[in-house]
């Protein structure tokens, strides 16, 4: 799905014109044997779960990446890689019910914690560094009982995954009881790696911004649930994730996000 997603939207100008020129060099045939034609949208027609979001759907949901393209913050040509993390996490904020300013500093955050990659990420570090920072033989035993790390071997195992860093088998336990209860059919805690994937990943920020897991401080606290944010509401939004770490640059790209949303026709669907 994503690369076809890719085709629609980065290659649309080039594939357009490949088009034209075969059509002005191809040789006359006949007709008894003429395909039927079918065009191209349908073809390499994006995710409609996603586009659903957007009030002219995929011309709209087209719209938002224009204007990501056009600022730069992703492209010139988004990878499909760059399309399946927005797309993932639009459609978990989309699917919980949440607003505008909402879905802008979740995608602003996200931008942020994976260098610009809109893809999950694991915590740098080896095997001895988890086990010296998260692990019941390590350096801080203290550390790694909050976090539930209570066996050998739990500091590399459940060390931090995800758009936002899902760290502690306490929190993978907790966190598999979610998604299970949204109907994914998952075992963090058996298979820790699948918080990685982007589908995953996204509803566990989702719920994890929404029920204060990372810092005791929930979206709705700053962040108004119906209509757009402002920059000092999303530069105070920093303290759901990390405090106030680079609170202010990252709500400069929730304002972007959200302009591109508002540009894109971003709703919750019916």
Known sequence: MTDRISVARADWDALN???D?????????????????????????TDTRTARFFRDGEEGEGRFYDFLRGNKM??????ATEFEGCDSIIRACGNAGWGLSWVAYALATTYHETAHTMQPIKEIGGTAYFTRMYDIRGNRPHVARDLGNTQPGDGAKFAGRGYVQLTGRRNYTKATDKLRALGFDVDLVADPDRAMEPEIAAAILV???REGWFTGRDIDDDLPAGKPGTLAQF???RDIINGRDKQELIAGYAVDFQTGLQQGGYRLAA
């Open 17 to 19: 014109l490949l088009l």
């Open 21 to 45: 020129e075969m059509q002005a060099n191809a040789q006359p045939v006949a007709e008894a044997v003429t395909p039927p034609m079918v065009p191209v949208t349908e073809s390499v027609s």
């Open 74 to 79: 992703l492209g010139p040509k988004i990878s």
């Open 207 to 209: 719920l994890g911004m």
């Open 235 to 237: 530069t105070a939004s």
